[in-house]
């Protein structure tokens, strides 16, 4: 396959590049393609002519988005329609990251995970942004699969990197405890959107950890997995810490529609660290 992957120096951009690795591969940076530009995102799409287009590009920092919302617009809401378009005019398939924000978190914790026909009801403007860039893509392309994930990590970095360097740096690790959610090995992430590409299968999909913890829990692994006390994580609950944009509770998301298409998706997260 021939295989354009944009926002290819972020997380999931990288771990990208090594699950279409074997591929005929174009990976590109935000500072080589500005996926809110339509004529560099076509030039890009022209000069290439790739099957497969994917999305990686985001910007997914909660509270920025909500300092500026027009930014994360672009970024989020618009752009992903920009890139479908231009891979629809060629007949690729387009392949967009989107996120748990979607959903709101009213199931609360321990309640019902949310599947693919879960009504979306996003609480900040990350969360819009990004019901935004699923619909854009829905509207530019049929050939279209939209994967949502959550709390990201690879051996590159991401929610693990981040406890780690919090450890580091103040000698404990202060957690939500009142977030639920599951984990996302970022290769695997990765894999099952190859595998989900080679299926032959459009629509919404998605593509998680198993298994459902806190913030702090997955910080307590994390430090355990690397030889590190879990009792330097500090619970700490989401309205103690002033100036916060709004966070649901609980958006842990069970991946139906992978498992009703016979695709293999992530493991648990556990086993993943």
Not at 199 to 208: D, K
Request: hydrophobic share 45%; net charge negative.
């Amino acid at each position: 396959m021939r295989v354009l992957v944009a926002g290819a120096g972020g997380l999931v951009g990288t771990a990208c590049q090594r699950a279409f690795g074997d591929d005929d591969l174009w990976a590109v940076t935000h500072a080589e393609l500005d996926v809110t530009d339509p004529v560099a995102v076509e030039a890009a799409v022209a000069a290439f002519r790739p099957e497969v287009v994917v999305n990686a590009a985001a910007w997914a920092q909660v509270d920025a988005c909500d300092a500026d919302p027009d930014g994360a617009f672009a970024v989020n809401a618009v752009a992903p329609g920009i890139l479908g378009r231009a891979a629809s005019r060629r007949g690729a398939v387009t392949c967009h990251l989107s996120t748990d924000y979607v959903f709101g978190g009213s199931t609360g914790a321990g309640g019902p995970p949310y599947d693919e026909w879960s009504p979306v009801a996003p609480l900040q403007t990350y969360g819009r942004t990004k019901l935004g860039g699923e619909d854009a893509v829905r509207r530019s392309t049929p050939a279209h699969v939209i994967a949502r994930t959550s709390w990201v990590f690879t051996a590159d970095g991401g929610m693990t990197a981040r406890i780690l360097e919090q450890y580091e740096r103040d000698g404990e690790v202060r957690a939500f405890s009142d977030q639920w959610n599951a984990a996302t090995c970022g290769d695997e992430l990765a894999a099952t959107l190859r595998r989900i590409v080679v299926s032959g299968r459009f629509g919404t999909f998605h593509v998680c950890g198993l298994g459902r913890t806190t913030r702090a829990d997955l910080s307590r692994a994390v430090l355990e997995a690397n030889g590190v006390d879990p009792a330097a994580v500090v619970d700490v609950s989401m309205a103690s810490v002033p100036g916060l944009s709004p966070r649901p509770s609980d958006t842990t998301m069970e991946p139906r529609a992978l498992r009703l298409a016979g695709i293999v998706g992530p493991g648990p997260w556990r086993d993943a660290l």
